[in-house]
């Protein structure tokens, strides 16, 4: 079988040919059948998905929605809203999530970085201790148990994780740098959540903390992490921009953020047009307009800001008397450095940049699934195709195993081939299988369209 993906048809002949030694005639199904193959139990039917296409609903009210990737999510059913900034996530999403997430494990395991996961809840003595109990208002979300103590869901972890590097002892100089990361649910009280996953009360974010014996050593590991975001970003084929950024709450003296230019976007951003400065509008003294660095002239622009990374210093170390041991054998606090990914907040945010107004794109790699196929309308002249594509789907499914999860047959056969072609056009499937017309033709030919956003061949198989 022959499965390139560029051009618009494809003969069936070769797969057929393959197939001949293995088709069989079913009595009891009354129809061909493969002989070794029990694939076809488990083939992924769309029919049986929980997922809008199964579950329409109202759609007038959403289409007033002025932020696309909130829009295009809630039409196509990918979320669904709980409380003012909360979404339950259906399953395509957390399919996007997950395959997101492993995107990003890939880069933090290439530079050291080791998973770990932190309590949700925080105790507010350890918020006092590094002063932003009372620092951040009423942002942070504090609640107390039963016992009067008192907490808050975290919204990042430097207290958490500079106590829990403490407690251990101090760190050697062997191990360093320790880079501990997590990807969990974080929790912000926005006075407005809104934008849909861009700009929510709960998210997912990965944070990572990084120790490190001298500010060198802190700045070469520094320099690694934000290597490692470019890398995240061009592997999801997203535009960004990691322009200067101003520490806030979070302390610390160098700081950058990584933007997805796009309207939607909260934050104002000036690029130079005479070199590679750029910087978020809030850390610039005044509004001159002028490159300090080249003198140049600054470009406005907005965006959504997905990833932020901070040189911390000894902020954090020097309260919580977080230590490392030197080669030299001498006790110093770590220098540390804190970085974020707004998980879920890339999702919406790649949505948003990489869709049309009316259907969903996604960056490959994290498309929910590879592939949609869909057979002919029953009872059309076509019908008789419907066993060759569901062979090629198997066919497809045993030679390229890895792809075995990322198909789905659109048996929703009651429906006409267009109606189904329109819904996999707006869940954004990199790619689309229909038998249609030339089915019946001689070869039989099933018509393959490419969705991508990006133009890639990745399923040649003979
Ligand atoms: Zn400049």
Redesign the pocket.
């Known amino acids: 079988m022959s499965l390139k993906m560029d051009g618009l048809f494809r003969t069936g002949r070769t797969l057929l040919t393959n197939l001949t030694n293995r088709v069989g005639w079913c009595q009891k199904e009354q129809r061909c059948i493969r002989f070794y193959c029990s694939l076809h139990a488990k083939r992924n039917r769309l029919s049986r998905h929980f997922q809008s296409v199964n579950l329409r609903t109202d759609v007038t009210a959403l289409e007033e929605i002025k932020c696309k990737s909130q829009r295009l999510m809630l039409l196509a059913g990918l979320i669904s809203p709980a409380n003012p900034g909360c979404y339950y996530y259906m399953p395509y999403t957390l399919r996007a999530m997950e395959k997101l997430i492993k995107v990003i494990d890939k880069e933090m395991h290439a530079i050291g970085g080791q998973k770990v996961n932190m309590p949700t809840l925080n105790s507010a003595a350890l918020w006092r201790a590094s002063g932003r109990w009372d620092l951040i208002g009423s942002e942070l979300l504090r609640l107390r148990d039963r016992h009067g103590q008192e907490y808050c869901l975290g919204p990042t972890h430097e207290e958490a994780i500079t106590n829990l590097i403490a407690s251990q002892g101090c760190l050697s100089y062997k191990q360093l740098p320790v880079l501990l990361y997590q990807v969990t649910r974080k929790f912000r009280d926005e006075p407005k959540p809104c934008f849909g996953l861009l700009r929510g009360r709960e998210f997912y974010m990965k944070d990572l903390y990084t120790f490190d014996a001298t500010q060198e050593a802190a700045l070469q590991t520094y320099d690694l992490v934000c290597s490692a975001y470019c890398k995240v970003f061009r592997n999801l084929g997203l535009p960004f921009v990691k322009v200067r950024a101003a520490a806030g709450n979070i302390g610390g003296t160098l700081s950058h953020e990584f933007q997805l230019p796009a309207e939607i976007g909260e934050d104002m951003l000036l690029m130079?047009?005479?070199?590679d400065?750029s910087a978020n509008m809030e850390m610039m003294d005044s509004k001159e307009g002028q490159?300090p660095?080249?003198?140049?002239k600054l470009m406005e622009k907005k965006g959504i800001e997905v990833g932020h990374t901070f040189l911390l210093g000894t902020k954090y170390s020097s309260v919580f008397k977080a230590n490392v041991r030197n080669s030299q054998n001498e006790l110093a606090l770590a220098e540390m450095g804190c970085y974020g990914l707004g998980v879920s907040r890339i999702l919406a945010a790649a949505i948003e940049v990489l869709s049309p107004e009316d259907a969903i794109r996604w960056p490959n790699l994290i498309a929910p699934y590879q592939i949609c196929l869909i057979p002919p309308k029953k009872g059309s002249k076509e019908d008789k195709g419907a066993v060759l594509l569901e062979d090629l789907y198997d066919c497809i499914a045993e030679a390229v195993p890895d792809i075995q999860e990322e198909l789905v047959l659109d048996d929703r056969t009651d429906l006409t081939i267009g109606k189904r072609l329109k819904d996999a056009n707006k869940l954004g499937y990199p790619y689309v299988i229909i038998c249609g017309k030339k089915i019946l033709d001689e070869p039989p030919l099933f018509e393959i369209q490419n969705q991508s956003t990006e133009p890639q061949e990745w399923c040649d198989h003979s």
């Open positions: 130079c047009q005479g070199c400065f490159c660095v080249c003198q140049g």
